[in-house]
């Protein structure tokens, strides 16, 4: 059983890869010049959600993993290169 600490380390853990994974895909927008608008209607994802993401406040689903890598150009596991999921013990 995990104890309340280490369910706090894997909670940190797990919001900084959404941090990371948010400043990639704003560094991938900009780098594509699209603006978070352009990025959401590509993506048929609402701008808010988009600026959520970038910001690190929200995590994903498969749904809309594909689709920001649609509108990127890229494949779904090119985004997640680098990101780092937290082990349970």
Same mark, same amino acid.
């Given at each position: 059983?995990?104890?309340? +600490?280490?369910? &706090?380390?894997?909670?940190?853990?797990?919001?900084?890869? =959404?941090?990371? +994974?948010?400043?990639?895909?704003? &560094? =991938?927008?900009?780098?594509?010049?699209?603006?978070?608008?352009? =990025?959401? @209607?590509?993506?048929?994802? @609402?701008? &808010?959600?988009?600026?959520?993401?970038?910001?690190? @406040? +929200?995590?994903?689903g498969l749904h809309n993993l594909f689709a920001l890598s649609s509108a990127l150009g890229m494949q779904p596991s090119e985004l997640l290169t680098g990101i780092k999921i937290?082990?349970?013990?």
């Open positions: 059983m995990c104890s309340l +600490f280490h369910l &706090r380390g894997v909670e940190k853990a797990y919001l900084k890869q =959404l941090q990371l +994974f948010g400043s990639e895909i704003k &560094r =991938l927008r900009i780098s594509k010049k699209l603006t978070q608008e352009g =990025l959401a @209607d590509r993506c048929d994802i @609402d701008i &808010r959600t988009i600026q959520r993401i970038e910001r690190g @406040d +929200f995590g994903i937290p082990k349970y013990q």
